[in-house]
């Protein structure tokens, strides 16, 4: 059983930068794909990134396509979401979250009731 902890949040003035931090204590991450997912006040949970358990794949959504980058450190079982021209609109809570280990579909879902395991979120709010 995964419990993801994300930290890094923040507030930061548009355009700014940010690392958010993936890891689940006392857990490996070595055989999960892992996404980072992200819900605005009265919005539904969305998909923003994925990253595969060797971080050879990752897939990202449009809205953050060349603004965001996910990447990960197995050695630390760490996962990371770079953060970077920040706009109003990305103020959010970040949750990362896992389907089951071994998943190679992980990465081609979308849907935030396909993952089962998640964090607790961290806060990011853009704004000047």
């Known amino acids: 059983q995964l419990q993801f902890v994300e930290s890094g949040g923040g507030l930061v003035q548009p355009g700014g930068s940010l690392r958010l931090t993936c890891t689940a204590p006392?857990?490996?991450?070595?055989?999960?794909?892992i996404a980072w997912f992200r819900q605005a006040p009265g919005k539904e949970r969305e998909w923003i990134s994925c990253?595969?358990?060797?971080?050879?794949?990752?897939t990202s959504a449009s809205s953050v396509k060349g603004r965001f980058t996910i990447s990960r450190d197995n050695t630390r079982s760490t996962v990371y979401l770079q953060m970077a021209s920040l706009k109003l609109e990305d103020t959010a809570v970040y949750y990362c979250?896992?389907?089951?280990?071994?998943?190679?579909?992980?990465?081609?879902?979308?849907?935030?009731?396909?993952?089962?395991?998640w964090g607790q979120g961290t806060q990011v709010t853009v704004s000047s």
């Open positions: 979250a896992s389907k089951a280990p071994f998943d190679r579909s992980a990465c081609w879902s979308r849907a935030s009731v396909d993952f089962v395991f």
């Open positions: 006392g857990s490996t991450l070595d055989n999960y794909a």
């Open positions: 990253i595969d358990s060797s971080g050879g794949l990752t």
